[in-house]
Nanobody, 124 residues
Framework: QVQLVESGGGLVQAGGSLRLSCAAS????????MGWFRQPPGKEREFVSA????????DYADSVKGRFTISRENGKNTVYLQMNSLKPEDTAVYYC?????????????????WGQGTQVTVSS
């Protein structure tokens, strides 16, 4: 099993920045990809960004390209999401996820491990 713990959420004004962190523990050697999803109020969970643990290759949702940056720190089994130029529509619970498979899937149900989520609220 893999355990994921997110941190770094909070309240920020539009145009501001936040950095989310996700620390993985347990069978981390089994992880191939880690990612971030979000669930806005009243909406379904959606893909935000993902990174390959070995190669560092990244993927982003169109809505966050150019504003968000995902990165990893292998020695600490930690992945980060730097969020800049935040907008009110970025308000959501942000979840860290991990999967053993290499496929660059953005479908939430295909990710095996999830954190508990951290709230990000962007005020206008």
């Amino acid at each position: 099993q893999v355990q994921l713990v997110e941190s770094g959420g909070g309240l920020v004004q539009a145009g501001g920045s936040l950095r989310l962190s996700c620390a993985a523990s347990g069978r981390t050697f089994s992880i191939s990809r880690m990612g971030w999803f979000r669930q806005p109020p009243g909406k379904e969970r959606e893909f935000v960004s993902a990174i390959s643990w070995r190669s560092g290759s990244t993927d982003y949702a169109d809505s966050v390209k150019g504003r968000f940056t995902i990165s990893r720190e292998n020695g600490k089994n930690t992945v980060y999401l730097q969020m800049n130029s935040l907008k009110p529509e970025d308000t959501a619970v942000y979840y860290c996820a991990a999967r053993p498979g290499l496929a660059r899937t953005t479908t939430p149900r295909l990710w095996d491990y999830w954190g508990q989520g951290t709230q990000v609220t962007v005020s206008s």
